[in-house]
């Protein structure tokens, strides 16, 4: 089992920056890629951006060019730097993370909330 806790959620105006981070823990040896998912109220759970173990990285078009995934595999933890923050990006952003073994067993934090005002 892997065991993921999300920080660095909070309240910013339009134009600001967050850092999200998500910690791993457990049988952290299982993951392969990792990635940051989003749920707007009254909306779906959507992708926002996702990397794997080598670096590779991909980005939902609502925010490429303005966040950022970066992965530090020694401590386990993948980040999500938001830059230039729009209203609508507010929502409760959740981590994932993917097992190798098992490509259709996945992991989720309990998500922390992002609100941008206007």
């Known amino acids: 089992q892997v065991q993921l806790v999300e920080s660095g959620g909070g309240l910013v105006q339009a134009g600001g920056s967050l850092r999200l981070s998500c910690a791993a823990s457990g049988s952290t040896f299982s993951i392969s890629a990792m990635g940051w998912y989003r749920q707007a109220p009254g909306k779906q759970r959507e992708l926002v951006a996702v990397?794997?173990?080598?670096?590779?990285?991909n980005y939902a078009r609502s925010v490429r060019g303005r966040f950022t995934i970066s992965r530090d595999n020694a401590k386990n933890t993948v980040y999500l730097k938001m830059n230039s923050l729009k209203p609508e990006d507010t929502a409760v952003y959740y981590c994932?993370?993917?097992?190798?073994?098992?490509?259709?067993?996945?992991?989720w934090g309990q998500g922390t909330q992002v609100t941008v005002s206007s």
């Open positions: 990397i794997d173990s080598g670096g590779s990285t």
């Open positions: 994932n993370a993917r097992n190798y073994y098992y490509p259709d067993v996945s992991y």
